[in-house]
Nanobody, 124 residues
Framework: QLQASGGGLVQPGGSLRLSCEAS?????????MAWFRRPPVADREFVGA????????IYSDSVKGRFTISRDKSKNTMYLQMNALKPEDTALYFC??????????????????WGRGTLVTVSS
């Protein structure tokens, strides 16, 4: 259902844009899409999320001010614009989608669908 793309190798300070396309349209716009990441030697962590209907976003403190989540309803696609990348941003990035509104957007167990990850490597 979800297909993430756009990962790659980038130098510190550089930018990348990830995309996540949902192949099936939902019956309702009252769902949330999110980005998570799993660094090489760490647990999965929340990056940010967006409510599909109103476009409200939240971010983890580690990416706030550098990353921006947006969505294109006509393309059923969510984006993650990553600027000022740091080596510690190196991770496998996943997109996720809920069926319904969620109470706790950073919690992974709130999401029903997960895409395959796309690898982002920040290195000189």
């Amino acid at each position: 259902q979800l297909q993430a793309s756009g990962g790659g190798l980038v130098q510190p300070g550089g930018s990348l844009r990830l995309s996540c396309e949902a192949s099936e349209r939902a019956f309702t716009n009252s769902f949330v899409m999110a980005w998570f990441r799993r660094p090489p030697v760490a647990d999965r962590e929340f990056v940010g999320a967006i409510t599909w209907n109103l476009g409200r976003t939240i971010y983890s403190d580690s990416v706030k001010g550098r990353f921006t989540i947006s969505r294109d309803k006509s393309k059923n696609t969510m984006y993650l614009q990553m600027n000022a990348l740091k080596p510690e941003d190196t991770a496998l990035y996943f997109c996720a989608k809920s069926k319904y509104p969620v109470a706790n957007m950073p919690a992974a167990n709130q999401y029903d669908y997960w895409g395959r990850g796309t690898l982002v490597t920040v290195s000189s």
